[in-house]
């Protein structure tokens, strides 16, 4: 297994990030200290986590170069325009303490508070900034979160440029397959968020009895399992046990349990809640 996935722009990204969702300032720091410490070169926040301070802090102590590091943050749902993404990429760098960022995604393709609502010009807008601060070397690459493949056409056909990455919600039991498949053609990483369920998927029975036989936790086969589909997993921990248990993927699943897990349907269904 590779440990590192290389973007349709040619950057190269660690193949699993530390989630920093629902971790608190200080949560955020300690976890991303113990996951450098023990491998991990790749940690994902965003601008509504209010943590991001607090991962510059670990990146800029922990003693390995920044730039072997690699920083995903997202530019907020509600930010909808030109102006308003690079005002909120020079907020995120600020707070980061970073001067450029690896990979910048907006978050979603609507408002949290509104969602649904059409936004495709705003969207737009937004892709055009990114381009732009690519291009001036404050990103390295650019994707969005949580799009369809219609709301991924409309950035395509009005700028020619294709996203690097989708940051969906993808675990066994709900991998999403039309969007999975639409990014396969176009070549567009998805990143695995959510690949635990948010700690839901743990006491499933059939995961549990196939983790089991490969000897290795749920929460191994459910980030192994993301691996093993083509999809970049996220899992968040708080828990330096858990947070360098999650990085072990020195084994296999099997061609018929991965057939089995594929089988499995309906888990958790969206709750649209970032
Ligand atoms: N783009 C988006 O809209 C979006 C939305 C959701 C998430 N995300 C990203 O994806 C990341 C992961 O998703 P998530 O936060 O929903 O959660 P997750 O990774 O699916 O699950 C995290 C939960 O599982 C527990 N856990 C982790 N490793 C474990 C292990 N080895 N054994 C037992 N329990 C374990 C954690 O507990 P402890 O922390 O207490 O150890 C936590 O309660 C987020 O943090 C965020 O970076 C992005």
């Not at 907020?76 to 980061?96: F, Q, T, V, W």
């Not at 995961?207 to 290795?216: E, H, N, P």
């Not at 296999?252 to 809640?273: A, H, V």
Request: glycine share 8%; charged share 25%.
């Amino acid at each position: 297994m590779n440990d590192k996935f290389i973007l349709n722009d040619g950057v190269e990204i660690p193949s699993i990030g530390l989630g920093t969702w629902q971790s608190s300032k200080e949560d955020a720091y300690s976890s991303t200290l113990a996951a450098i410490e023990c491998g991990y070169r790749h940690i994902d926040t965003a601008y509504v986590y209010e943590n991001e301070d607090a991962v510059g802090k670990a990146v800029k102590e922990c003693g390995v170069n920044r730039k072997e590091i690699f920083i995903t943050t997202k530019l907020p749902s509600h930010i909808k325009s030109y102006d308003g993404a690079r005002e909120y990429l020079a907020k995120s760098l600020e707070a980061l303490a970073l001067d450029y960022v690896d990979l910048y995604l907006i978050h979603a393709p609507w408002p949290w508070s509104d969602v649904g609502k059409d936004c495709t010009s705003g969207n737009i807008e937004a892709w055009k900034a990114m381009a732009d601060m690519k291009s001036e070397g404050l990103i390295r690459s650019i994707g969005v979160s949580n799009f369809n493949a219609e709301q991924i056409d409309s950035l395509i056909t009005s700028t020619g440029i294709v996203p690097s990455a989708n940051q969906i919600r993808f675990f066994i039991g709900n991998t999403q397959e039309h969007i999975t498949g639409y990014c396969e053609k176009k070549n567009i990483l998805i990143e695995a968020y959510s690949p635990l369920a948010t700690g839901k998927i743990l006491d499933n029975g059939k995961i549990s009895d196939i983790a089991a036989k490969c000897g290795v936790t749920v929460a191994q086969l459910c980030i192994k399992y993301c691996l093993q589909r083509g999809a970049l997993p996220l899992p968040k921990s708080v828990t330096p046990e858990r947070i360098k248990a999650n990085l072990e993927m020195n084994f296999e699943i099997p061609e018929e349990d991965m057939r089995t897990l594929n089988g499995i349907s309906g888990l958790f269904p969206k709750p649209y809640r970032s």
